[in-house]
């Protein structure tokens, strides 16, 4: 497989099923039309127009997203995690500036990344349908840097519920996955693929929709995700990060997952391969595996 060639499986759940399908019965319809050449370009009324492009974020998020995008676009050296943008989020009362985002499942596990905006201490609280319950606590030591915490020690092919607390109780994000059967166990497992989701797939709900309603275990997105190429100025690759995780299709993906026969990759390949990701290896589903290089998504 060709290294730079690399896979977000956007793992689809019985719970994203019924959070997104249920809910989205009548499509939706698209407000605003941003053509992929459009879209390319990136400026900030397009990139608004995308936010928008299925109806309007509320008012706190949209502000949240300009103001940090107005930072990003205005220091070729500022980063997500810039001591500006980590003010402007608290003030706007928001918890996490990406994810909930899930990966690198296992018969017995599965790997939580988060971009908390406070240091604190935090607790990844995982319950069965059988009322069983494990909590993962993670101290975070610098505000804005992709977290992650290893969920261990999980039953096989088992479906979980999780969510992330704070010690004052209040909840950051929350969602549900499967583990993914014993190696060799007989499993059957649908596998959609595709390429080229852009900047303009990860708005869409319809697009989510359909993803959800056919069943697949994962979906594979090959080539270009949410980053443009931005003649390889690494502030702007954020500031299409951030317009990615203020999504609402895109979160609700992303913090459900369902158990398949690969490992999550970072989404960072043609356009996106100036942001310097690693790529993927694949598990296969017989029992037998091929090493697997950084199997994570990018919170980037």
Known sequence: MNKRLTLLAL????????????????????????????????S????????????????????????????????????INDPAIIEIAGKAG??????????DVSDSGITVWFRPVHMEALTVQVADGEGNKKEFTVDVTQPGVATSIRLAGLSANTKYTYRIVNNAGG??????????????????????????????GVHNHNLMRLIA???NH???????????DREAKFNMHYADYLLRDVSQPWRTSSAMWKS????PAPAATGRNATSARPSLGMRKCNGSSKPSRSPKPSLS
């Not at 928001?94 to 990966?103: A, T, V």
């Open 11 to 42: 793992l689809v759940s019985g719970g994203l099923a019924a959070a997104v399908c249920c809910a989205l019965e009548t499509p939706v319809a698209r407000e605003h039309v941003v053509s992929l050449g459009q879209a390319h370009k990136g």
């Open 44 to 79: 900030q009324e397009i990139d608004t127009l995308l936010m928008d492009s299925y109806g309007r974020l509320p008012d706190a998020e949209r502000a949240f997203y300009l103001s940090a995008r107005e930072i990003l676009a205005g220091a070729a050296t500022a980063t």
């Open 94 to 103: 928001r918890q996490l500036i990406s994810g909930p985002m899930l990966g």
């Open 171 to 200: 909840v950051l994000g929350e969602g549900s996955f499967r583990t993914a059967p014993k190696p060799g166990a007989p499993a059957t497992f649908r596998i959609a693929f595709g390429s080229c989701f852009h900047k303009i």
């Open 213 to 215: 309603e056919r069943g």
């Open 218 to 228: 994962a979906m594979l997105l090959l080539g270009d995700l949410a980053v443009d």
């Open 260 to 263: 398949s026969c690969s490992t």
